[in-house]
């Protein structure tokens, strides 16, 4: 567990332990990146490493992401390709688990009248560009007004996408490029939680719930 101050340096870690009577503590872990901090930072964590994406503040506002090694606790950072600076465009982008690499989607929504996604893979600190043209089948199947975002990749070519804002029946979209089939996902009952009225939504891959009780 990570936590922030401001925009200042500091950054604590804090390891989770499996039982006993020890107190977990948290301490001091050094980064030395100057970065102004985001209250919104997206964030992700692949094979041990949590990624997560800031803007320098030292002469610029540049954007980079910062690389943070669970095993060793030691900092280290990624430049954006000089062709891909999401940041300054004023959208941080969608990191993505990519079959294990780090990947980022740096457009904004996804609409029916959508063409093609352009995603950027990094491997061995060297950045690829992806292009995904979407199927002919995704006009017919995506709604009229949804406002889509990739949230997670399936298999090879399976994007996984999901409106940004709430809605009843409320639907969630599996796109294989493979194939070219786009799948809509219905789920039902999400109109219960916003009383009618539209509200933002976050969905979440792969997501596991533990109830049990940790102290701190």
Avoid at 5 to 23: A, C, I, P
Avoid at 50 to 61: P, Q, T
Avoid at 84 to 106: C, E, M, Q, T
Wanted: hydrophobic residues 40%; charged residues 25%.
């Amino acid at each position: 567990m990570i936590r922030f101050f401001g925009y200042d340096l500091d950054h604590q870690v804090l390891t989770l332990l499996g039982g006993g009577n020890e107190r977990a503590t948290w301490r001091m872990a050094e980064c030395g990146i100057p970065c102004a901090s985001s209250r919104d930072r997206q964030n992700i964590c692949i094979n041990g490493v949590f990624y997560y994406i800031e803007l320098v503040s030292d002469g610029g506002r540049d954007g980079m992401i910062i690389c943070f090694d669970l095993t060793s606790e030691k900092f280290s950072s990624v430049e954006f390709d000089r062709d891909l600076n999401p940041v300054r465009r004023n959208y941080p982008g969608w990191l993505l688990d990519f079959n294990g690499k780090l990947a980022l989607i740096p457009s904004g929504s996804l609409y029916v009248t959508s063409k093609s996604i352009v995603m950027w893979v990094l491997q061995d600190s060297e950045w690829s560009k992806l292009v995904y043209i979407l199927p002919p089948v995704w006009k017919v199947v995506v709604g009229p007004e949804e406002c889509l975002e990739i949230i997670g990749v399936t298999g090879p070519n399976e994007f996984v996408m999901s409106p940004r804002y709430s809605s009843d029946p409320f639907h969630v979209y599996y796109c294989d490029f493979e194939k070219e089939t786009v799948t809509r996902v219905v789920i039902q009952g999400m109109g219960a939680f916003g009383s009618g009225r539209r509200y933002s939504v976050r969905t979440c891959l792969n997501h596991v719930e533990d109830l049990k009780r940790m102290e701190l």
